[in-house]
C-alpha cells in the first residue's frame, strides 16, 4: 500500500464551494459565457488552490454583475432625460458614455462567471478522494468553464451539436492502480425562425468515462460481462475490463433542455446533470468492479 496524500488544510477547504446536489435552475436556464480555462498538475492542495481562486473570481463576478446593470441602467436613464428635456445635451452624452461603460464592464466581468455545479463537482471529487491517493504522486486536472458556442458544431438532422470535454482528471491511487476521469457534455441546438423571432432549443446530456489501469505487475482479470456499476441518474453505456485496462462509460438518464424565445432563456426540464454526489458514486462503484477483476 502506497503512502497517502496530507490531509488538506481547513483554511483553503473553507474557499473552495460547498458540496451541492440538484440543479440551479437560473444559472442552468442560460448558456454558459465565461472564458475559464484551468490546467494544473501537482498535489492535491495545489489543484485545489487553482479551483479557489476560480470560486473567488466567480463570487466577485456574480456580485457585481447586478450592481454594474443597475448603474447602466440609471446612467442610460439619465442620458434618455437629458437628450428629450434639451437641458444639457453634453450631461446627456456624458451620461451615455458611462452606461457604455458599465455594460461593457458587466460583459467583460462575465468571462470569469463559471458554472457552480461544474467547479463544485470537481472540488467534491478531489476533497473525497484526496486521502485515497498516492503521495509524492501529481494530480493532473483540466477543467474548461467556457462556453459550450466556442466549440466548432458539427450538424445532424438539422440540429447544431456541440460537443466538449469540460474535465479531465489524472488519479493516482494509493493501491497503485491509475484513475482518470473525463466528463463531456453535449449540447444539441434546434433553430426555429418564426414569424417575429427566432427560437432556440436545447438539449443537453453529459458523458462520464472512468478508466483504471491496474498497479505495476497486476492485471485486470478479462471479463466478457463485467459487474455492471448502478449509479442513480446515470445509464452505464459501455463497460469493459481488459488486462491493463478497465473502462466504464455512462450517460445522464434525463437531459436538460432549455429554450430561447423574445431575447430570455428559460428552463423547460431540469435533466439530470452530474454533480459531486453522482460524480464519486460513479468512480467508486467503477473503481469496486475494477478491482474486483484485479488478479496475478
Known amino acids: 500500500m502506497g503512502q497517502k496524500h496530507v490531509p488538506i488544510d481547513d483554511a483553503l477547504l473553507a474557499r473552495l464551494p460547498a458540496p451541492r446536489t440538484g440543479h440551479n435552475a437560473e444559472e442552468e436556464a442560460k448558456p454558459i459565457a465565461a472564458k475559464v480555462v484551468v490546467a494544473r498538475k501537482g498535489s492535491v492542495p495545489e489543484v485545489l488552490e487553482a479551483l479557489a481562486a476560480v470560486a473567488a473570481r466567480d463570487q466577485r ?15 442610460l436613464a439619465g442620458a434618455l432625460w437629458a437628450f428629450t428635456s434639451k437641458t444639457n445635451v453634453n450631461l ?12 461593457l464592464a458587466r460583459y467583460l466581468i462575465g468571462d470569469n462567471d463559471v458554472s457552480d455545479r461544474q467547479l463544485a463537482a470537481t472540488c467534491t471529487l478531489l476533497t473525497t ?8 504522486e501529481p494530480v493532473s486536472m483540466k477543467i474548461n468553464f467556457s462556453g459550450w458556442t466556442r466549440t466548432f458544431p458539427r450538424r445532424s438532422e438539422g440540429r447544431k451539436i456541440y460537443a466538449r470535454d469540460w ?16 466528463i463531456r457534455g453535449v449540447v444539441k441546438r434546434k433553430t426555429r425562425l418564426l414569424r417575429k423571432h427566432v427560437k432556440h432549443t436545447d438539449q443537453l446530456t453529459e458523458r462520464l468515462t472512468i478508466t483504471f489501469t491496474p498497479p505495476q505487475g497486476a492485471t485486470f482479470a478479462i471479463q466478457t460481462e463485467p459487474k455492471v456499476p448502478r449509479v442513480a ?3 452505464l453505456v459501455r463497460s469493459e ?22 431575447g430570455g432563456w428559460a428552463l423547460v426540464k431540469p435533466g439530470e446533470l452530474l454533480d459531486g454526489e453522482t460524480l464519486l458514486s460513479a468512480f467508486r462503484q467503477s473503481h469496486r468492479a475494477a478491482k474486483d477483476a484485479t488478479a496475478g
Open 61 to 75: 463576478a456574480e456580485s457585481l454583475r447586478p450592481l454594474l446593470l443597475g448603474a447602466a441602467l440609471v446612467a
Open 92 to 103: 446627456g452624452f456624458a451620461a451615455g458614455g458611462v452606461a457604455v461603460t458599465f455594460f
Open 129 to 136: 478522494l484526496a486521502s485515497e491517493l498516492r503521495a509524492g
Open 167 to 182: 474535465l479531465k482528471l489524472r488519479l493516482p491511487l494509493a493501491d497503485g492502480t491509475q484513475a482518470s476521469v473525463a
Open 233 to 235: 441518474g446515470l445509464k
Open 241 to 262: 475490463v481488459k488486462a491493463r485496462r478497465a473502462s466504464f462509460v455512462f450517460r445522464t438518464r434525463v437531459p436538460l433542455r432549455r429554450q430561447r424565445v423574445h
